[in-house]
């Protein structure tokens, strides 16, 4: 096998997470690709919670079959055992499961409590775990004992308690002569280790790289964890970190903090972003640059929490009342999150516009490798700010051939002006006369002429023409990629055209051009109306021959794309 | 020194004659005067309301923001910029009604701001509704058979809340009114005024006269570093007939939001270099 997808699931407060990091950035240190998906429920305690490691040479996403299951309780195997693949094993403790026994999966009974416990703690059985997986795939403990030893940096005795803990669970499966046969191959070349960040961490540290100054947010899933590590780094860094009563708060005091000069971001999800609706159009008015994150789940009202899709596209497209320019970045992997924010600073600056950088639960709190992130790739580029206005007399709006006028800082000794939502003069005087209103209007869509030409076309990979070409946005790209090299193999001709620039739409015309390389048109989109769909309708005039839509909170597949392509390229039934 | 006349601009202030709103705007400009701030180094920030069209009135920095927003926008013009001197102002629809948590939150916070809520017990901008501290029984255009509702005392949940100044001024008492916005403004930390006013053409009911009969000025020998004795004081007043007194409230020294940051001590954010490198950071992930 050339990958390995692993399994730990049990109750919320089992250390769930904290395992399969460690495992992640294991195989991660190792060289190896590595996608860590987890789900939980809305709760603090109990549930059902797992996190899933997949790992490969090159792989990007998530997949189905299941190589190792750790259940910690008897809930997981019903819920995961159909999932087995038919090498598959099932590692749990006889002594909380009683045995179990499968016709066509393998069991293997490990006493993980026990063995802990005679290692100094209970706490770590979840560590027996990864030793012994660790011995099914034939890898020494080194580079596990190395990644313990970080993660549990701050107590000694832990580390010493977790390293003898994998070292017994290596050593229950070496005499147990069971082993698995998978990433063989993989594991015997050298290769560099790889960097393991989730989607939030990748954003924080592109927003903390790009100069952001001040961050204002109310806690949201799955946006929360960028709050945390921005308040982490604060210090560190020089910037300040507000958690506000409200995302009413947040989004204007990120736009406070814009007006009197500083880069400032805020994040949310879609009922906060519902909260910052006002806001949006107001930072829109009054040209104030900013940089918001909405991180999607299930909607509509507080839906699923902990669960993934893409469902906001809409929403935050045409949010706020009335018409004005904004810019919408689907970061498509963890690099994506980390330049694209940096670059979202730059476009929100350099037109003064809102900048909305739409992820997703799936994206926002998976953990992916990167072979590098490069801090020199995007510079820093603010724009028009001045220090005196004296060649055009305080006009903060001044009527330009771009549409941008120049920023003028609060401090400034001849800048004076008043910054506005409502419609204003040059000047920032209320101005509601037909003739102001018309010229104010275009003067702030002017900037789209110069803004199109910088918004990227969607990218290919794969095949750059042939029978089918699948049709994506945003974190929907990892499981496109998987299915596209899936389906290579299995002798397609099939190219992903991933979409990561949304609003304004790409130039059209070269947009059709790339599409019309493909022989049948596939959408692949996570939520019910396809709302990229019609986005995509609208400004190309053109319609895909099928879609898959999937709306469970759950991430779509790559099993599931390759169904699809097979089944619409077999002339099956059209849903679309 | 600075001459209050730095702070006007030439405009055509559309404000009813015989509004309160004038006696705020020249109390703060004289204050900010008389304290040597510089219309470049002040900034006024609005949420929406006759009153918050303050900031096109004068001559400083000025965001004139959305309808009760004005102090989380000031929240973040001040951090950003702590050099600043920053006010938010705005109508008691504004801070009290729609805006009311961002004042509550704000107090607690005790961000360096001076908060001056034009308290005309109506809603004037939108034509005469209802306002929080609009007395039961009134009648207005949303309440045409009287007011249901208590009105609030903006004064008990500002000292409640956590401000370190609280006062209550009169538009009809220009010398009190200016040595409140001055000290307010000099003091460190949340700083807030309620100004009663008239709002001559929605509130016929609390009429300049009405408040010149009540009005008095709290005794010179008050203690207002005593949270109980300025509770009691706000308390003496409810918004119908009676005594209401005027001036400092409570007024005490705590550390303020942005005493608690060491990312300030080295200078406003706005003058930071924007030169962070995450490459060891990066590390952490490998
Ligand atoms: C979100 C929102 N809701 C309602 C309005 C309409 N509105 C504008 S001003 C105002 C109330 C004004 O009253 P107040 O704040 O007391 O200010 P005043 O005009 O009395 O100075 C309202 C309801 C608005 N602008 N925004
Ligand atoms: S309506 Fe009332 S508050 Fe508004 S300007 Fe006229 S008097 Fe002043
Ligand atoms: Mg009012």
Redesign the interface.
């Known amino acids: 096998m050339t990958n390995l997808n692993w399994l730990i699931g049990g109750p919320a407060g089992a250390g769930i997470k904290v395992t399969g990091l460690i495992l992640s950035k294991t195989f991660?240190?190792l060289g190896l690709n590595v996608f860590g998906y987890t789900e939980y429920p809305s709760l603090a305690r109990g549930g059902h919670n797992n996190f899933n490691v997949h790992v490969s040479k090159n792989k990007k996403s998530i997949a189905k079959k299941l190589d190792v299951l750790i259940a910690l309780d008897k809930n997981t195997i019903e819920l995961h055992k159909d999932k087995m693949s038919s090498s598959g094993i099932i590692i749990y403790d006889p002594a909380k499961i009683e045995n179990i026994e499968f016709p066509n999966i393998q069991t293997l009974p490990l006493p993980l409590k026990e063995v802990a416990t005679e290692c100094g703690s209970a706490l770590a059985q979840n560590t027996v775990a990864l030793g012994a997986t660790m011995a099914l795939i034939g890898i020494e403990l080194d580079t596990l004992n190395s990644v313990i030893e970080n993660v549990f940096s701050k107590k000694a005795k832990i580390v010493d308690v977790n390293i003898s803990a994998a070292k017994k669970g290596y050593e229950l499966v070496k005499e147990k002569n069971i082993s698995l046969n998978c990433l063989t191959d993989e594991l015997k070349e050298k290769i560099e280790?790889?960097?393991?960040?989730s989607g939030n961490?990748a954003i924080s540290?592109g927003a903390?790289?790009?100069?952001c100054?001040?961050y204002?947010a109310y806690p949201m899933t799955p946006a929360s964890s960028i709050l945390h590590f921005m308040a982490g780094?604060?210090?560190e860094?020089?910037?300040?970190v507000?958690q506000?009563?409200?995302e009413?708060?947040?989004i204007?005091?990120?736009?406070?903090?814009?007006?009197?000069?500083?880069?400032?971001m805020t994040a949310t999800s879609g009922g906060g972003f519902c909260l910052m609706t006002?806001?949006l159009g107001?930072a829109a008015e009054?040209e104030t640059p900013i940089v918001i994150v909405n991180a999607m789940r299930p909607g509509p009202s507080t839906g699923m929490p902990t669960w993934t899709d893409q469902s906001d596209l809409r929403f935050v497209s045409h949010a706020s009342q009335g018409e004005f320019l904004s810019v919408v970045i689907a970061p498509c992997d963890m690099k994506d999150c980390f330049y694209e924010t940096m670059n979202a600073f730059n476009i929100a600056e350099n037109y003064q516009i809102p900048v909305i950088v739409l992820t997703d639960k799936l994206l926002s709190e998976s953990y992916g490798t990167v072979d590098e992130?490069d801090?020199n790739r995007i510079g820093?580029d603010r724009g028009v700010i001045e220090s005196t206005t004296s060649s055009y007399g305080g006009k903060r709006y001044l009527f330009t051939d771009t549409g941008v006028s120049p920023r003028i800082?609060?401090?400034?000794?001849?800048?004076?002006?008043?910054?506005?939502?409502?419609e204003h003069d040059e000047y920032?005087?209320?101005d509601a006369s037909s003739e102001n209103r018309v010229k104010m209007q275009d003067k702030r869509y002017r900037k789209l002429e110069s803004l199109q030409k910088i918004i990227p076309l969607p990218k290919v990979y794969g095949s750059e023409s042939g029978e089918v070409g699948i049709i994506c946005w945003g974190s929907t790209k990892l499981s496109a990629l998987d299915a596209q090299e899936k389906l290579e193999k299995l002798g397609y001709n099939v190219g992903v055209v991933c979409f990561k620039y949304i609003l304004p739409f790409p130039d059209s015309e070269d947009v059709r051009k790339i599409l019309k390389r493909f022989n049948k048109l596939i959408m692949v989109e996570a939520n019910y109306t396809g709302q990229f769909l019609g986005m995509f309708r609208e400004n190309l005039l053109i319609d895909v021959d099928d879609k898959l839509l999937k709306y469970d909170g759950r991430p779509i597949y790559p099993e599931e794309i390759v169904e699809k392509v097979k089944s619409v390229l077999s002339g099956g039934e059209n849903n679309g | 020194m600075v001459d209050a006349s730095e702070y006007n601009k030439k405009c055509d202030c559309d404000w009813c004659p015989g509004c309160g709103n004038f006696s705020v705007m020249v109390a703060l400009k004289n204050s900010l005067a008389r304290l040597g701030i510089k219309p470049h180094e002040s900034v006024l920030v609005s949420g929406i309301g006759c009153s918050s069209k303050t900031p096109h009135w004068m001559n400083m920095y000025g965001f004139h923001g959305i309808h009760g927003r004005a102090l989380p926008i000031a929240t973040g013009v001040k951090l950003a910029n702590s050099e600043l001197t920053v006010v938010a102002a705005g109508g008691d629809g504004d801070g009290y009604g729609i805006g009311l948590n961002h004042f509550m939150q704000s107090c607690k916070r005790n961000i360096n701001l001076t908060y001056i809520v034009h308290n005309n017990r109506i809603y004037g901008l939108t034509t005469g509704q209802a306002s929080p501290t609009t007395n039961k029984g009134t009648i207005t255009r949303s309440t045409p058979f009287g007011n249901p509702e208590e009105p609030i005392n903006p004064l008990l949940i500002a000292i409640s809340s956590g401000a370190t100044f609280v006062a209550r001024g009169f538009s009809g008492n220009l010398a009190q009114l200016q040595e409140l916005v001055k000290e307010a403004i000099a003091h460190k930390g949340f700083a807030f005024i309620d100004v009663l006013m008239p709002c001559v053409t929605f509130n016929r009911m609390n009429s300049i006269e009405w408040y010149r009969e009540r009005v008095s000025p709290i005794n010179s020998d008050h203690d207002f570093s005593d949270k109980e004795k300025a509770l009691s004081l706000a308390l003496k007043w409810n918004g119908e007939d009676g005594e209401i007194p005027t001036g400092i409230f409570y007024k005490i020294d705590n550390p303020t939001y942005s005493d608690g940051l060491p990312q300030l001590s080295s200078g406003a954010l706005v003058k930071k270099k924007l030169d962070a490198d995450v490459s060891d950071v990066l590390k952490e992930f490998m």
């Open positions: 991660s240190r280790p790889k960097l393991l960040i961490e540290l903390i790289q790009a100069g100054k001040f204002a780094k604060a210090r860094f020089d910037f300040i507000k506000t009563e409200d009413i708060a947040a204007n005091a990120t736009i406070g903090a814009s007006y009197a000069g500083v880069r400032a006002e806001g107001l009054s992130l801090v820093i800082i609060p401090g400034a000794v001849d800048g004076i002006h008043v910054a506005t939502g409502n920032g005087e209320i």
